[in-house]
């Protein structure tokens, strides 16, 4: 099975700084990633696909990177409304795979 | 619109059996594939299992043996049927469209297993 290490598991950053989660995985999975936010109470939502790919809808702030075993997702412009934890996941085989979550507050 | 509504769940002993439904809507069960998805209260996301379009079944190690995923399509529903329910089986179930991501969700069902 393929491990999913997600880092950290909690920021707090200030409205308007630059936040940067990553998500290496124990095998290459090519561009197989996809990453979720999920806020207080709410089902997860799908943010960014195939690694890079943004999810129609999904704020521009948000972008994804990587390929092989490390992958990052960055907000450019952190704002209040991005609170939330975020998840990443693979997709390589059959047996999905989550990451440990990284919640993101405000300071 | 694409939807997905799961009932069945509730407080259950350990060793109890419960099944768990996701109605569909929006598109066919038979032609896409599904997954089941639980978070346990407070924690992270864990992926059960997933029903491919084919056919092909493919569960995570901690409920195989135990769970069992199957769909009708007349009822366009694809079911959870959950045996010798553990307390760390605990959790909101969701299911979800699944094309290698999930989307959409459920809005997920709760499953308590506790004495």
């Known amino acids: 099975d393929i491990q999913m290490t997600q880092s950290p598991s909690s920021l707090s950053a200030s409205v308007g700084d630059r936040v940067t989660i990553t998500c290496r995985t124990s095998?290459?999975?090519?561009?197989?990633l996809i990453w979720y936010q999920q806020k207080p109470g709410k089902v997860p939502k799908l943010l960014i696909y195939?690694?890079?790919t943004l999810q129609s809808g999904v704020p521009s702030r948000f972008s994804g990177s990587g390929s092989g075993t490390d992958f990052s997702l960055t907000i450019s412009s952190l704002q209040p409304e991005d609170v939330a934890t975020y998840y990443c996941q693979e997709h390589k085989t059959s047996l999905r795979t989550f990451g440990g979550g990284t919640t993101v507050e405000i300071k | 619109e694409l939807q997905l509504v799961e009932t069945g769940g509730g407080v259950i002993q350990p060793g109890g059996s419960l099944r768990l439904s996701c109605e569909v809507s929006?598109?066919?069960?038979?032609?896409?594939?599904l997954s089941w998805v639980r978070q346990t209260p407070g924690k992270g996301l864990e992926w059960v299992s997933v029903l491919y379009s084919g056919g092909s079944i493919f569960y995570s190690d901690s409920v195989k043996g135990r769970f069992t995923v199957s769909r009708d399509s007349a009822k366009n529903t694809l079911f959870l049927q959950m045996n010798n329910l553990r307390g760390d089986d605990t959790a909101v179930y969701y299911c979800?469209?699944?094309?290698?991501?999930?989307?959409?969700w459920g809005q997920g069902t709760l499953v308590t297993v506790s004495s």
């Open positions: 929006g598109f066919t069960v038979s032609s896409n594939h």
């Open positions: 195939g690694a890079s």
């Open positions: 095998q290459g999975i090519s561009n197989s």
């Open positions: 979800a469209k699944d094309q290698g991501w999930f989307d959409p």
